[in-house]
């Protein structure tokens, strides 16, 4: 009788599984506008110039380029970095001016000291293919000299903004046991050597570490809104006070099936776009499109832990 009710629970229970993954595969690709050119299968920062014409960077591999990508998904021109290397570039932003910068500070391994951020001119005023960077250096004092514990390991980045003039980062936590805690530091934003300030922590979730992985950031153009992406959601921060952006109503938006999903942005206050990396030639490659007024959000509820504020 066990035996036969297994089966029973079983046949019942296979069906409802493939209805749910049917489901979520069926709302990520309503999102869908475009796939981008093979050349872009690793995309791992998005921004949109004055004229709304989205611009992209490859993840370390590629070289110091930046493409700008057609609204069909092909490539229409590339921008080199001259003074740049892509030795692991993570994610983009831009500020009011529309000036980008460039994060290259993915550190799987925790073993990056000095990490860099690249600032470029709006693209709009770069009339040839190539372009120079200012310098942006930091280093993390927490992080010391030696060899990083495991349950420390919360010094790779992939998400970053602009904001009132300072540069704000926010950490891939890869910390052992994981704790599922992404924590928020901040820079300046221009060329010098600077001690990234801890300011701040958000937890997403610790149940798989690949799920809660945070791979990029947004912020609105009005700059009232932060986003931070993982591969399964998008968590919105609103009405927070200042540059605490915990600190405001929290939300979690459901973006169906998981896939490696590495960069997002806004198109203007209410539009989203993200995009995945192509797996195998299976799955991932394009670019998608979420409208907040449109869009299921699930509030979240949590007991925020504070890190002692740094004084200015």
Not at 24 to 31: D, I, R
Not at 134 to 162: C, R, S, W
Not at 176 to 186: H, N, W
Not at 205 to 233: F, G, N, Y
Request: aromatic residues 12%; hydrophobic residues 40%; contains cysteine.
């Amino acid at each position: 009788m066990r035996r036969r009710g297994l089966v029973i629970s079983t046949a019942f229970l296979i069906p409802i599984a493939a209805a749910a993954l049917f489901l979520s595969v069926h709302e990520l690709f309503s999102m869908k506008l475009v796939t981008v050119d093979p050349k872009l299968r690793e995309i791992s920062g998005i921004e949109f110039d004055k004229y709304k014409r989205l611009w992209a960077i490859n993840d370390g591999g590629d070289g110091p380029i930046l493409y700008m990508v057609n609204k069909n998904g092909s490539i229409a021109r590339q921008i080199k970095v001259t003074n740049a290397k892509n030795v692991d570039w993570e994610d983009m932003t831009q500020n009011r001016f529309g000036h980008f910068f460039l994060g290259d500070f993915g550190n799987n391994d925790n073993d990056r000291r000095w990490l860099t951020i690249y600032k470029i001119e709006n693209p709009i005023d770069i009339k040839t293919d190539t372009t120079e960077a200012e310098i942006i250096k930091f280093t993390y004092p927490q992080m010391g000299q030696g060899k990083v514990k495991p349950e420390h390991k919360n010094y790779d980045l992939e998400a970053f903004v602009e904001f009132n003039r300072h540069l704000y980062l926010f950490t891939k936590n890869r910390t052992k046991p994981f704790d599922g805690i992404t924590k928020l530091y901040k820079v300046g934003d221009h060329a010098a050597n600077f001690d990234a300030q801890l300011i701040g922590e958000f937890k997403t979730c610790k149940t798989l570490e690949k799920l809660c992985w945070i791979t990029s950031a947004a912020i609105s153009p009005d700059r009232t809104k932060l986003v931070l992406l993982d591969s399964t959601s998008l968590w919105l921060f609103e009405n927070f006070k200042g540059d605490n952006f915990f600190s405001g109503d929290v939300s979690r938006i459901d973006l169906g099936v998981i896939t490696q999903k590495e960069a997002v942005t806004f198109y203007d206050d209410n539009t989203l776009v993200f995009t995945d990396e192509e797996f195998k030639g299976l799955i991932g490659g394009n670019v998608y499109e979420v409208k907040l007024d449109q869009v299921k959000r699930n509030v979240i509820k949590y007991h925020q832990n504070k890190p002692q504020m740094q004084k200015q």
